[in-house]
């Protein structure tokens, strides 16, 4: 397996442009999750889906961010509209299983740039 | 869910000595990880020790698990400048998994 693929790896915008990150898992995952690093904040966990099911939300900063996992090996994160405060490394991750056993594969991160 | 809080936040040591890196937490747990980031990288997955454990070796790694204090350490020995990074415990008890500041390990070559 290839890992866990994100694209765009690095994306410059600006501020009040749709900002869409993608995310494939590895196959048979059956857990993803969507985190955001910065300096200031660490990492966050803003969401995270079971069997393509969101099951919390609470991490996400505000109604400009959604989520959305169609299938079992794809999904988007999207920032509408984005603002310079939304700059980070967002990661996606994978895992199979739950109840704090799940061994997490992160992706290599894409780099958002808002000006 | 719950954070772990690493300690120290940063730790600069020599090549060759070891590094020990502390996390604790607060609420009951069905295991612990320990995960490692490089710069510009996603975070890595070291090791995964579980609550009925006290410690748990791999390769240069050993991690200790005290449920007692809610403790976990993390001894890398013979330390190489390519342990440079960041490192992170993740305490686990059910599938929201958060992570905590983490500690920068920096090794002097």
């Known amino acids: 397996d290839a890992g866990v693929i994100q694209s765009p790896r690095h994306e410059v915008t600006e501020m009040g442009q749709e900002v869409t990150l993608r995310c494939k898992p590895i196959s048979g995952h059956d857990y993803l999750f969507w985190y955001r690093q910065t300096m200031m904040r660490g990492l966050e966990l803003l969401i995270y889906f079971n069997n393509n099911v969101p099951i919390d939300d609470s991490g996400m900063p505000e109604d400009r961010f959604s989520a959305k996992m169609p299938n079992a090996s794809f999904s988007t994160l999207k920032i509408q509209p984005s603002e310079p405060r939304d700059s980070a490394v967002y990661f996606c991750?994978?895992?199979?299983?739950?109840?704090?056993?799940?061994?997490?594969?992160f992706g290599a991160g894409s780099r958002l740039t808002v000006l | 869910s719950q954070q772990g809080e690493e300690d120290p936040q940063a730790l600069s040591i020599q090549e060759g000595e070891n590094a020990t890196m502390n996390c604790s937490y607060k609420?009951?747990?069905?295991?612990l990880q320990w995960y490692r980031q490089n710069s510009g990288r996603g975070l890595v997955h070291l090791i995964l020790?579980?609550?009925?454990?006290r410690e748990k070796h791999s390769g240069r790694l050993r991690v200790t698990l005290d449920t007692s204090k809610k403790s976990s350490s993390l001894l890398i020995t013979a330390s190489r400048a390519a342990d440079t990074a960041s490192y992170f415990c993740?305490?686990?008890?059910?599938?929201?998994?958060?992570f905590g500041k983490g500690i920068t390990l920096s090794v002097r070559p």
């Open positions: 993740q305490p686990g008890a059910n599938s929201k998994l958060t």
């Open positions: 991750a994978s895992s199979f299983g739950g109840s704090g056993a799940n061994v997490l594969t």
């Open positions: 609420t009951s747990i069905n295991n």
């Open positions: 020790i579980r609550s009925n454990e």
